[in-house]
């Protein structure tokens, strides 16, 4: 395999006597979706965090030279008291052309001239997408990108993301704890609680021990066979496509 | 002359460094970062004790404090104690040191209240000029630094993960606001210069569609208080400084009841 995107060797990360995160490796390589899984309080957004370096950790970290990251955090809208539209948001990051495409690829043409402060849930994880994909980003790092989404636009959007994999060729982090759908476009799957607890193909980590001790018999759950023979208008409503 | 010159000089120095103060309290009010403000000016009075007992000018003394204040409360531990206590600490013994310190200067122990308040009234012509030369420089700067301030303002943690959060633009940003609370102690006084950096963008906000209407109308709005709260105060012969903060104050009401009508209507 060719030279990772970002490898990460022994991370540690102490608050006091207790380790948030204790010797965790790990190694992501363009084309592939790694999906971070753990309980709430597992140290997913630590990781994240010291991944991006926002916070210090000891260990080192290795970027392949020239990286950009595309970032979507957890439900992140800009204060109210701002008043942005939607178009100048991303244009604060990307050129006019690299927006406005990046917003009709993930369909959101129509929030265009919306205010941030104004958009649904599944509208504003739409734009931060859009926004996040707009530079060409070797690498898409996406912290729950569905916090308090509804489930029907969830099997859609991580579609879409798959789908960006493809035509970006960039490698994609996904923290998640939407198990079921998350985990059938994964590559590969990281189980993380505060060490690496398991890591590997999507249906190796649910046969695992560790896996099964973490999220018991929801885990039985994570895999079920996925056909999506529609899709979903921003508002949710049906489209039916042929297949 | 039924207007002296006085007034003349407060109402060009208060209305220049409230204009000034407008878009640069946008970004206090987007990053919700107006208790910080609130602190480094209250470390300015401590800087201004300093600057008098030591000997030098006192706004030096009160911009070096505030910003050194500024510096060090963009990095407070977020640990056990939250990072908004830990700066309304170091501000509130900021303040009551700097109090302190003040009178036990005989010598200026009878101005307190102007380093509280403000005491516009007594602007010199070098203070004018001066207070005019920071405002026309904190404004050029703001517009120099807008791209790089709203995009910090606006992505947040993106910004910050991508690395497009310039340190030396956040550096500026708190260098700035520094400026104009050691400029701003003549005018409206430690205690008050906060409400020149809020007030006026709160009242622009429900007027505004884009950030750059919002900071126009916003320096519009403080420049407008000057006047109307030195009038005010001509009239019912009461405290300059305070008086323009109520102009303030009712530049946002009219502002905000106008914004209600209109969404009723």
Known sequence: MSEP?????????????????????????????????????????????ALL????????????????????????????????TVERFLRLFATPQESAAALGRVGANET???????????????VLLARAVAGHPGLLV?????????????????????????????????????????????????????????????????????????????????LYPHHHDHAHTLSGEAIHVDR | ????????????????????????????????????????????LLGAAVGLLIGINVVIGTAALAIV???????????AIPAGTYVGIIGHIGLALGFVVLATMETVRADLLGYLFGDVLALTATDLVAIAAVSLFVLAATALLWR????AAAGGPIAAAEGKNGTLVQTAFLVLIALLVAFGLKVVGALLIVALLIIPPAAARPFART???????????????????????????????????????????????????ARVA
């Not at chain 2, 109307?228 to 323009?244: M, N, R, S």
Request: charged fraction near 20%; include cysteine.
């Open chain 2, 148 to 151: 790089p301030l709203l995009r």
């Open chain 1, 112 to 126: 265009r001239g919306r205010q941030m402060s104004a958009l649904s849930g599944g509208e504003l994880a739409r």
């Open chain 1, 53 to 84: 370096g926002l916070t210090p950790c000891r260990g080192e970290i290795v970027r392949r030279a020239g990286l950009k990251i595309g970032y979507v955090p957890q439900q992140f809208a800009p204060d109210p008291s701002l008043p942005i």
């Open chain 1, 5 to 49: 995107l970002i490898t990460a060797k022994h991370l540690s990360v102490r608050a006091g006597a207790m380790h948030i995160l204790n010797d965790v490796s790990l190694a992501i390589h363009a084309r592939e979706i790694v999906t971070l899984i753990g309980p709430n309080g597992s140290g997913k957004t630590t990781l994240l965090k």
């Open chain 2, 211 to 261: 950030p750059e209407a919002m900071a126009v109308l916003a320096a519009l709005a403080g420049a407008l208080a000057a006047p109307l709260g030195l009038v005010a105060a001509y009239w019912a012969d009461a405290p300059a400084g305070p008086c323009i903060v109520l102009a303030a104050g009712a530049i946002f009401a009219f502002s905000a009841a106008a914004a209600r009508i």
């Open chain 2, 69 to 79: 204040a500024a510096l060090l409360m963009a990095r407070a531990p977020d640990r």
């Open chain 1, 142 to 222: 996406l912290d729950e990108p569905l916090a308090g989404v509804d489930v029907v636009g969830e099997a859609a959007f991580y579609h879409m993301i798959a789908e960006l994999r493809d035509e970006l060729g960039c490698g994609i982090l996904l923290v998640s704890h939407d198990l079921h759908v998350v985990m059938g476009k994964a590559d590969r799957v990281i189980c993380l609680n505060h060490h690496v607890c398991c890591e590997g193909d999507a249906h190796d980590v649910v046969r695992d021990p560790a896996f099964q001790e973490l999220f018991g018999a929801r885990g039985e759950l994570a």
């Open chain 2, 1 to 44: 002359m039924l207007i002296d010159d006085f007034l003349w000089r407060a109402a060009l120095g208060a209305g220049l460094l409230a204009a000034a103060c407008g878009p640069i309290g946008c970004f206090v009010l987007w990053r919700r970062l107006a208790y910080v403000g609130e602190s480094v000016a209250h470390i300015g």
